[in-house]
């Protein structure tokens, strides 16, 4: 099993930064790919941004590339989420993830997630 756990969501005003970090622990694959996922009221989940834990190849959504950047830290098995330049769009509940294949943005392709941390930017 692989628990992941987030931290780092807040309120932000339109413009802010805020740094998500996931830990994942247990059982761990180096061949998995890492996600963040996101959910905002009435809207579907939707992907982020993905890593690849081994060689660290990256996949935006359009709407964040440019101003997120995601990360991992193999040593300390913990992947970050650097969000620059917020927008009230980018409100959601976020969430980290973890699986071994499959196309990067489907929710499918995970099958450990974390429980999510709230993100909200005031405009």
């Known amino acids: 099993q692989v628990q992941l756990v987030e931290s780092g969501g807040g309120l932000v005003q339109a413009g802010g930064s805020l740094r998500l970090s996931c830990a994942a622990s247990?059982?761990?694959?180096?061949?998995?790919?890492m996600a963040w996922f996101r959910q905002a009221p009435g809207k579907e989940r939707e992907v982020v941004a993905t890593?690849?834990?081994?060689?660290?190849?990256?996949n935006y959504a359009d709407s964040v590339k440019g101003r997120f950047t995601i990360s991992r830290d193999n040593a300390k098995n913990t992947v970050t989420l650097q969000m620059n330049s917020l927008k009230p769009e980018d409100t959601a509940v976020y969430y980290c993830a973890a699986g071994p294949s499959g196309a990067y943005a489907s929710i499918s392709a995970y099958n450990y997630w974390g429980q999510g941390t709230q993100v909200t930017v005031s405009s």
């Open positions: 890593i690849t834990w081994r060689a660290g190849n990256t």
């Open positions: 247990g059982r761990t694959f180096p061949s998995y790919r």
